[in-house]
């Protein structure tokens, strides 16, 4: 098998992790593919190394992560300023979390939902909700890679998971 | 890399329902937590767009030769690139060997100071010695009794003095 064909086969692999990643991050297909294309790139040129390292997804994970989190930088900074801007006191769930969600729905149909209330999702929620509970990193890790504060990681991801609750309750009719 | 899972465990105290659970504001946290946590999970990957692997593979053929590996380079591109690098070491070498020769036959102002610095520190090192020398041992005894017992007199006063004159005020 010569280069480029390898190269299809592992892009084939690997393209519909990062894409979800990025789409997820950003919110937006475009952009996400954008994203996806230069992750590949970057792999391409990396390829000898990353033909047999068995951390290969890792590797693709992290960068697409990294190269995300710089597109929606200059965005951080003003998700950054209103959310600090904000008191500690609606952290608290103020509505009954129930105890499952869309269930009632078909998994395709669910999926959808799924995906585009995240597309829904203000960035300063859905960027440390998708990093935390799809990208399943740290706080700690979520907290370096924003550079924002701990606790302001876990205001964050909070206040992501009310909305995000009330937004998937909404369009299962619940 | 942490498993939510297991964090979700750790954060809830193994795990424990919402009606088991102390304290009804972390408690909602948690099921909220655990809730969207098994939404996540339930998320298949999103599929990538037909033309992602289109738009990879023409913008790998269309980058610049030189951009790629060596082994991608044109011949004549390779060639050259050796020609300059034994050409570029050859001249590192000639350059070096140049400036050495410089230095070593010309009078050069800043050579000339170092050499002058560098017999100015012997001598005095030379001379320090030739004194050290003349002075018979028991000067040297008595002078480091003398200087050890000022030491210490003067570390009394000292002391003496911050506990008169600044403690006690």
């Known amino acids: 098998m010569d280069n480029q064909a390898e190269f299809a086969t592992f892009m084939y692999s690997y393209q519909d992790m990062v894409f979800s990643t990025a789409v997820r991050l950003t919110g937006n297909d475009t952009q996400a593919e954008d994203i996806a294309q230069e992750v590949f790139i970057k792999a391409y040129e990396n390829f000898p190394t990353l033909r047999t390292s068995p951390t290969a997804g890792g590797w693709l994970k992290t960068v697409t992560t990294r190269l995300t989190l710089n597109h929606l930088s200059r965005y951080r900074r003003r998700w950054r300023f209103f959310s600090e801007m904000r008191t500690e006191d ?38 440390p909700l998708v990093l935390y509970h ?41 | 890399m942490t498993d939510p899972r297991d964090r979700l465990s750790g954060e809830r105290g193994g795990g424990l329902g919402r009606d088991q659970a102390g304290g009804a504001g972390h408690d909602e946290r948690g099921a909220l937590e655990r809730l969207i946590d098994g939404v996540a999970r339930a998320q298949p990957p999103r599929r990538a767009p037909a033309s ?9 053929a269309a980058r610049p030769w030189w951009s790629k590996g060596f082994a991608h380079w044109p011949v004549l591109a390779r060639a050259a690139f050796l020609v300059a690098s034994f050409g570029f070491i ?41 004194v050290l020398n003349a002075i018979p041992p028991v000067w040297l005894y008595i002078g480091a009794a003398v200087g050890f017992t ?17 403690v006690q005020r």
């Open chain 2, 52 to 60: 992602l692997e289109t738009r990879v593979f023409a913008q790998i």
């Open chain 1, 134 to 174: 799809f990208e399943e990193l740290s706080y700690e890790q979520i907290a370096e890679q924003l550079r924002i504060s701990l606790p302001k990681v876990k205001t964050d991801i909070q206040r992501g998971r009310a909305a995000m609750a009330k937004l998937l309750q909404r369009a299962g009719g619940v």
């Open chain 2, 150 to 166: 000022l030491y210490a007199v003067l570390f009394g006063l000292g002391t003496f003095a911050y506990r008169t004159l600044y």
């Open chain 2, 90 to 130: 050859k001249l590192t070498l000639v350059g070096v060997m140049w400036v050495i020769d410089f230095v070593r036959t010309s009078d050069v102002a800043g050579v000339d100071a170092l050499h002058r610095t560098s017999n100015a520190v012997s001598a005095t090192v030379s001379l320090g010695s030739l």
């Open chain 1, 90 to 127: 609606d952290l608290e769930v103020e509505f009954p979390v129930p105890d499952t969600l869309l269930t009632d729905l078909d998994a395709s149909r669910r999926h959808e939902i799924v995906e585009r209330t995240l597309r829904e999702l203000p960035e300063r929620y859905r960027v």
